[in-house]
């Protein structure tokens, strides 16, 4: 019987690295085993130090084990010509293209992406299949999937026999595949869920969220893993010593709250990669042995200090006689939302109206501000305004405005399509874009500060004006709907030329000074570049502080850090904003101002 491990938590926890610390070690144990990532932004190749790409490869080194990155691109070639080829020699062409273009939408992407993870859910010819699945927030739409789109195909059945996905006879069949792997991801003996989480608060909230979220569609978790523990013999500098005591807090109010197995893995000097690194993880995780602090993941050599002039943001953020929009993106957990607060909180103090919007699924900004934020625009602090982009209370507000716009204007057949379409699960995924540029197109703050989901996810976000448009041309896709389809495309235009607009729009990646922050935030440049948009800052965060590191397992790390820092600088060729690992964790709005100091 395969065994079935879905690891998830906090974006930036160690999740990829303790889910391929998991899969050596059942290889290793002689069972034939493969890692899955369903993370559009993924780094199973980094880990690995090997290619790995859309395909199932074995891992150099370790016997029995083989990995694969899903590409949601290929998944949707292979996902339409699985639905369209069998009909390629008993169907018109102007059919075939009429099928393809139902099929040309966002969710197809989405769902194609899932229906290839299922593929693996019903083989047997692994003993283990470890999921290393995306940040929490995504994870959970990915599970909530097979029941939406089962009840979805169902009504579409009764109704006019159309999907988002192509007409209802093409993917009948989908139903059943749908129905059984929600039963599976609920059976418990043959599934289990990992959480991974830091020791840290906001980590904390969001795996307790995760869980009760993940509990309302019957699902159950298994495990907790506590990664980045600092150990205690390294906390003898009072600046990490306060650290570790808010750590061992965390750990204790996780003992407290979560009833259910846990592990802990502690910090180590250097960055795990490569099999030696992973396998020695494993063994930690597993055993409880710590062979060493120190990773084998390579000796660090001395890499002198590291200057790099500070760049001028005023320029890059404050408003110039129109709104300025600046977006803060990167890979899970590099702080982010907290580096998108204190940027706004510097903004609103220069005497500008600033709204800060969050389009993670698992924002956290409420948190980090330690107010509670909805899904309208509340005011924080003078000039300061923040708001929650909330998926279903989006869709509920596109919903009946896009209905309510269209009565009186279409007939009762084409309402009913309209309708139809409007509740497929990919909807929304396009009311919550179509809340996004709301504030993107609104005149009533001179600063936009976007605190967007994780990098590939950031991606998938902009790519929709483009899918989008097609989908809107497809749900009133006739003669009576020409100037919908005119208004639709003119909008779109307008919010693409914004974004690469660089004296409207500012792009900023923030990451922290390792190797697979790097690697991720430099491919989101460039696919950003592809799509006409320039990055214009660099913001390396959670730089450790030459004071505080005085004994060789913190000094080793700084070490690695101005290495990083290093190529961060010759690999991005931008404006590079340093900031410092802070002693406490933020939360609040006198901490965030406290932290203003960094900017300035």
């Not at 769902?111 to 003993?127: K, L, P, Q, W």
């Not at 290393?132 to 990915?142: K, Q, S």
């Not at 795990?272 to 084998?296: E, H, M, Q, W, Y």
């Not at 953020?317 to 990167?330: D, Q, S």
Request: aromatic share 8%; hydrophobic share 35%; with cysteine.
């Amino acid at each position: 019987m395969t065994k079935y491990l879905f690891f998830s938590g906090k974006g930036g926890v160690g999740k990829t690295t303790m889910a391929c610390a998991t899969a050596i070690r059942h290889a290793t144990e002689g069972k034939k085993t493969l890692i899955v990532t369903t993370d559009p932004a993924s780094n199973l190749a980094d880990v690995f130090e090997q290619e790995i790409g859309h395909k199932i490869t074995p891992i150099r080194g370790i016997n029995n084990l083989s990995a694969m990155e899903i590409d949601p691109d290929e998944a949707t070639k292979e996902y339409k010509e699985k639905i369209i080829g069998p009909f390629r020699e008993i169907m018109p062409e102007d059919v075939l293209a009429s099928i393809n273009e139902q099929m040309s939408g966002p969710c197809t992407t989405e769902m194609a992406s899932f229906d290839r993870f299922i593929d693996f859910m019903e083989t047997d010819e692994y003993d283990v299949i470890v999921f290393d699945t995306a940040p929490t927030g995504h994870t959970i739409r990915l599970l909530e999937l097979p029941v939406d789109w089962s009840k979805h195909i169902e009504e579409s059945a009764k109704g006019s026999g159309q999907t988002c996905l192509g007409p209802v006879q093409t993917i009948q069949d989908s139903k059943d595949k749908y129905d059984r792997a929600t039963a599976l991801l609920k059976d418990s003996e043959k599934t289990s869920f990992i959480f991974v989480m830091r020791p840290e608060e906001l980590s904390l909230y969001e795996t307790l969220r995760a869980s009760k979220e993940l509990e309302t569609i019957g699902i159950r978790s298994g495990e907790i893993i506590i990664n980045g523990i600092i150990p205690e013999e390294v906390s003898d500098i009072g600046f990490f010593r306060k650290k570790y005591e808010a750590q061992q807090k965390v750990i204790t109010l996780t003992e407290e709250a979560i009833k259910k197995p846990k592990r802990y893995m502690f910090l180590r000097d250097n960055e795990v990669k490569g099999t030696d690194a992973l396998t020695d993880v494993g063994r930690a995780l597993f055993n409880g042995k710590i062979s060493s602090l120190r990773s084998p993941s390579g000796d660090i050599t001395s890499s002198g200090e590291f200057t790099v002039e500070k760049p001028d943001i005023d320029n890059l953020w404050l408003p110039r006689n129109e709104t300025k929009a600046i977006f803060f993106t990167g890979k899970g957990g590099v702080g982010k939302t907290t580096i998108s607060c204190i940027s706004a909180i510097y903004i609103s103090e220069k005497g500008y109206k600033t709204l800060l919007v969050t389009t993670d699924p698992a924002a956290h900004i409420g948190e980090v501000l330690d107010i509670k934020v909805g899904s309208e625009p509340i005011k924080i602090t003078e000039n300061l305004y923040a708001v929650m982009v909330d998926q279903k209370e989006a869709f509920r507000q596109y919903k009946e405005r896009t209905l309510s716009e269209a009565r009186g204007k279409y007939s009762e057949e084409m309402l009913m399509a309209m309708e139809e379409e409007l509740n497929s699960p990919c909807t929304e995924e396009m009311a919550a874009f179509d809340r996004f540029i709301q504030f993107l197109e609104g005149k009533e703050y001179d600063a936009v500060v976007f605190d967007t989901a994780p990098t590939g996810h950031t991606l998938r976000l902009l790519d929709l004006p483009f899918d989008y448009a097609k989908q809107v041309e497809m749900m009133v896709g006739c003669a009576e709907s020409s100037d919908v389809k005119e208004e639709a495309e003119n909008r779109f235009r307008a919010i693409i030329n914004t974004l690469r607009d660089q004296k409207h729009t500012v792009f900023s990646l923030v990451l922290y000074p390792e190797s697979t922050p790097i690697l991720e935030s430099h491919r989101a440049m460039l696919d950003l570049k592809e799509a006409g948009i320039e990055t214009q800052l660099v913001i390396a965060n959670m730089v450790l502080p030459e004071e505080a590191c005085r004994n060789d397992f913190f000094i080793n790390r700084r070490k690695m850090q101005i290495r990083y820092l290093k190529e961060i600088r010759d690999r991005f060729n931008l404006p590079m904003l340093q900031f410092p690992m802070l002693q406490e964790e933020i939360k609040g709005l006198g901490q965030l101002k406290q932290a203003l100091i960094n900017l300035k």
